[in-house]
């Protein structure tokens, strides 16, 4: 009998890409859990009265945990992208204290059943499993994001040049059984960034989960883009803050749990240039 994953899980290799793009603050408002029609998270300030959502393409390329016997378990290496808002957490939704700032997950593909179930069990995170080809080049990294042949977006990130130390955690907000959960994953990593016009590409396609994207208006032109040089986090279990609706009445689908395929892997390709895409995951075996 295979052992239930047990958390915290330690992503030892982890392959970042991130951009950052204005949005409509009331269409993100619309997806922010309440608890009783009151907004729990606010979506965080920006320019010309906008928000801030970021997308994060990753590629998992080491995940383990402790067993209960002590000994060192891996999850299977896997891509994931994820649509973020920007949020603002006031003293109501923390219990008390100060006003935190952090992230809320609007979609969360990944590429492994394992991952999806994980996500959605320990932190009710909306994952779905989809399909993602990498291409790392110097200086850029893309990701064409998929379901059945059909194209959701394509996210491409150009950064290069000097690697900063980033941020040693980030917060994450999630609602899971009627409860919103906080969690605090720290990081260690190094950054190479590339601010304006020209840091990054974000094309939507014409899937379903790509068009409950479109309302919240995200600009073609990011504020800024970022590129892992090295990258480690710890995600440990969320901190339940109190009740929070699964969904807010009237949001837009956008902040739904797309269902997906049921399988256990999606495809997940790299490749670099002049070179074929090399699928992450072994080929089946012949009978």
Do not use: N
Not at 11 to 34: F, I, K, N, Q
Not at 228 to 233: M, N
Not at 245 to 264: F, K, Q, T, V, Y
Request: hydrophobic share 40%.
């Amino acid at each position: 009998m295979t052992e239930p994953v047990r958390l915290p899980l330690a992503y030892h290799d982890t392959a970042v890409a991130s951009s950052y793009h204005l949005a409509s603050a009331e269409a993100v408002a619309a997806l922010l859990p309440r608890d009783r029609g009151r907004l729990l998270l606010r979506p965080l300030p920006g320019p010309g009265g906008r928000t801030v959502v970021a997308v994060h393409a990753l590629r998992h390329r080491t995940v383990t945990w402790t067993g209960t016997d002590g000994g060192t378990h891996r999850l299977t290496p896997y891509g994931e992208v994820g649509v973020t808002a920007g949020v603002l957490a006031g003293p109501a939704a923390r219990g008390g204290g100060r006003p935190a700032t952090g992230g809320f997950v609007l979609q969360l593909p990944v590429t492994s059943r394992e991952a999806r179930d994980v996500g959605r069990a320990e932190w009710g995170l909306p994952k779905w499993l989809a399909d993602m080809d990498f291409l790392d080049a110097p200086g850029s990294q893309r990701v064409r994001l998929s379901e059945d042949g059909v194209e959701v977006l394509v996210h491409t990130v150009s950064a290069g040049g000097p690697a900063l130390r980033g941020t040693r955690s980030r917060r994450l907000w999630s609602v899971r059984g009627g409860r919103l959960l906080e969690t605090t994953t720290p990081v260690l990593a190094r950054w190479q960034a590339h601010p304006g016009p020209g840091a990054a590409g974000l094309v939507l396609g014409d899937h379903p989960v790509a068009d409950a994207l479109r309302p919240l208006g995200l600009s073609p032109t990011p504020l800024a883009a970022f590129r892992s040089v090295e990258h480690r986090s710890t995600l440990p279990a969320g901190r339940p803050l109190g009740p929070a609706d699964a969904l807010p009445a009237g949001a837009l689908p956008a902040g739904a749990l797309h269902p997906g395929r049921d399988a256990d892997l999606g495809r997940f390709t790299v490749a670099h240039p002049g070179t074929a895409p090399l699928s992450q995951y072994p080929e089946p075996a012949s009978v």
